[in-house]
């Protein structure tokens, strides 16, 4: 059983940075894959980022890539956000979410039927 709890959102400026963290309980934090979602109001639930879980490899989506970056500690159990340039269209609720099966692409991590355990989230709003 893994819990997942989200921290650092909140109400910021376009151009601003907010980092996001996710904390998470359990002795084998390492044997997940992680992956930061978000959903827009109105919106369906879309990836934002993947991290594997022991070798660090990084996926993350078009919309965000060269803004946000996904960094994990497996010593700390935990997984982190950094987004910077913030833009209006990045306001969401973020959700963190572990994965216990191996994923070797895409089709496989952006899934959300894929994820185990889910966070409660945490609002991002960004204003222009």
């Known amino acids: 059983q893994v819990q997942l709890v989200e921290s650092g959102g909140g109400l910021v400026q376009a151009g601003d940075s907010l980092r996001l963290s996710c904390a998470a309980s359990?002795?084998?934090?390492?044997?997940?894959?992680m992956a930061w979602f978000r959903q827009a109001l109105g919106k369906e639930r879309e990836l934002v980022a993947f991290?594997?879980?022991?070798?660090?490899?990084?996926y993350h989506a078009d919309s965000v890539e060269g803004r946000f970056t996904m960094s994990r500690d497996n010593a700390k159990n935990t997984v982190d956000l950094q987004m910077n340039s913030l833009k209006p269209e990045d306001t969401a609720v973020y959700y963190c979410a572990a994965n216990r099966d191996y994923c070797s692409g895409y089709e496989c991590f952006s899934r959300e039927s894929n994820y185990e355990y889910w966070g409660q989230g945490t609002q991002v709003t960004v204003s222009s």
């Open positions: 991290i594997g879980r022991s070798t660090g490899r990084t």
């Open positions: 359990g002795p084998t934090f390492s044997a997940y894959g």
